[in-house]
């Protein structure tokens, strides 16, 4: 089991940057992949961007790709998320996930630890 907390959210410009990091405690991170979902109210929780246990292998949303990157350190047990370029429909509650296995999906059943969320306002 890892635990999760996410940080880096706030209030930018369109066009801007920004950087999420989510910090995991737990003997096991490395044996997970990670993903980061997002999620507005009202609507489900959207997988946005997904890495494999050994950070080889990504995926992401296909509004997302080539504005955000996926990575990891499993030496520190953390996992960011470069958010650039970003746009006001980016807005969203962003929360760090821990698959059950070492390779992702973007399913959200396949996930089984969160973090509590942080918020990202995107003014336009």
């Known amino acids: 089991q890892v635990q999760l907390v996410e940080s880096g959210g706030g209030l930018v410009q369109a066009g801007d940057s920004l950087r999420l990091s989510c910090a995991a405690s737990g003997r096991s991170f490395s044996s997970f992949a990670m993903a980061w979902f997002r999620q507005t109210q009202g609507t489900e929780r959207e997988c946005v961007a997904a890495i494999k246990w050994n950070g080889r292998e990504t995926d992401y949303a296909d509004s997302v790709k080539g504005r955000f990157t996926i990575s990891r350190d499993n030496a520190k047990n953390t996992v960011t998320l470069q958010m650039n370029s970003l746009k006001p429909e980016d807005a969203a509650v962003y929360y760090c996930?821990?698959?059950?296995?070492?390779?992702?999906?973007?399913?959200?059943?396949?996930?089984?630890?969160w973090g509590q969320g942080t918020q990202v306002t995107v003014s336009s």
């Open positions: 996930a821990a698959h059950v296995t070492a390779h992702y999906t973007r399913q959200i059943h396949d996930y089984y630890s």
